[in-house]
């Protein structure tokens, strides 16, 4: 089956740098979640779309945006690096539909400031 | 197939009581637990991550705990306030499929009474 795809995997940037982390989610699926997992942390959510419009805005910083595709892929990008963002980015997509759903996430982009 | 069943449905109490959400699940082949609240209209905020583990974990007024080996897991609110009405959300979290893939319970929707 096919599952949420995030690209690159990897990134190392430095301070200052401009990063974009792209997210495809699973077809069909209407709705794709950003966050942010800090070592030893918590995902934090970031932001979600819902049918390409932003549906809810979490503790995302002002230097970083995101959009969501005609195609549905989702792009997170990333300004002013700071070495505090450094973390695993995750992606998320569900359908929904239903009271009880399945939130999809993707393997997560390990982004590195240095 | 894992499935995550959340008692009760919803739940109403009168504020300052102490209670008690539950939550199962089948496979205990789990990586995470995770307890989510969700206002309506909004994105889930994490509230505990237990890890397979761990038994518990605890933040302010909210405790989690994890039995892996009886499939079960609690959050126990302490000192109910108005505040505290949502949703809340039960995730187990699986690694398949080259995902990290939250198994969400249904939830159980508390209203406390002022």
């Known amino acids: 089956a096919a599952g949420v795809i995030q690209s690159p995997r990897h990134l190392i940037k430095e301070k200052r740098e401009t990063a974009t982390l792209k997210c495809y989610p699973i077809p069909r699926h209407d709705t794709v979640y950003w966050y942010q997992q800090g070592p030893g942390q918590d995902p934090q959510f970031l932001i979600s779309?819902?049918?390409?419009?932003?549906?809810d805005k979490g503790s995302i910083p002002d230097r970083f945006s995101a959009q969501q595709f005609s195609d549905y892929h989702s792009e997170l990008n990333m300004s002013s690096l700071e070495l505090g963002d450094s973390a695993l980015y995750f992606c998320?997509?569900?359908?929904?539909?239903?009271?009880?759903?399945?939130?999809?996430f993707g393997p997560g982009t390990r982004l590195t400031v240095t | 197939k894992q499935e995550v069943t959340q008692i009760p449905a919803a739940l109403s109490v009168p504020e300052g009581e102490n209670l008690v959400l539950n939550c199962s699940f089948t496979d205990s082949a789990i990586y995470n637990l995770q307890w989510f609240r969700q206002d309506p209209g909004k994105g889930l905020t994490s509230l505990l991550l237990?890890?397979?583990s761990q038994r518990e974990q605890t933040s302010g007024r909210l405790n989690a705990s994890l039995d892996k080996s009886s499939g079960r897991s609690t959050l126990y609110i302490a000192a109910s306030q108005p505040g505290d009405s949502a949703t809340y959300l039960c995730?187990?979290?699986?690694?398949?499929?080259?995902?990290?893939?939250?198994?969400w319970g249904a939830g159980t929707k508390l209203i406390i009474k002022p």
């Open positions: 995730a187990v979290i699986k690694y398949m499929d080259s995902n990290y893939q939250l198994i």
């Open positions: 998320a997509s569900s359908q929904t539909s239903g009271q009880a759903y399945e939130q999809y």
């Open positions: 779309f819902y049918e390409k419009m932003q549906s």
């Open positions: 237990i890890q397979s």
